[in-house]
């Protein structure tokens, strides 16, 4: 991608949401504070902040709203920065022989734009074709919620999930397609409530234009119950 020179500003890049690697961006010293190390340090931040915009937080209100923010922050909604909290890789063998496609779909995501750190709400569709491992049904959701738990690009969050995936079943053949609305954008700058925010990473044979229509076909497939 040619960014244009006027991109350069760093406001201007997190605007426009662009990315900079697959990787989350973490600095050397990310896991030598514990946990409650980290929220102690958050409270005090979000404290400063909340003061600094004027607010009184002696009102019975606001008073635990630092605490409140700084366990949201490192136990929630970026929980999954922690490597210790990466669900298990548990596979079985394909006792089924079955060779087809595997589609989970509707896959609910709740992540955190790390531009605006605002909400990015949406499913996430995986499938993969299996080469004799296969994995939980829930492991794929779980996967999903720990990237998902972390500032993010939703360009990366799709990255991340189809490479671990890749990794996990040992095989190219994995495809995630997520479609989210980014709060930043429905709720402020250009306001607009209807827009969406389709990406895809498809590996191995789903970048074959036959399956990967197969792969299309069944996330349109809508199903009554
Ligand atoms: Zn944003």
Redesign the pocket.
Known sequence: MKIKSDFNDVDALGDD?IGSSSDTPLRADAFELTSSEKIDSIKADVKHILETLGLDLNDDSLKGTPNRVAKMFVNEIFGGLDPAKKPSASTFDNKYKYGEMLVEKNITVYST?E??L?PIVGRAHIAYISNGTVVGLSKMNRIVDYFAKRPQVQERLTIQIVKELQNVLNTEDVACVIDAK?L?VNSRGIRDIESSTVTSEFGGKFKETETRRELLDYIQLDTQF
Do not use: E, I, R, T
Request: glycine content about 0%; some cysteine.
């Open positions: 949401h734009c531009h605006h605002l980014h930043c």
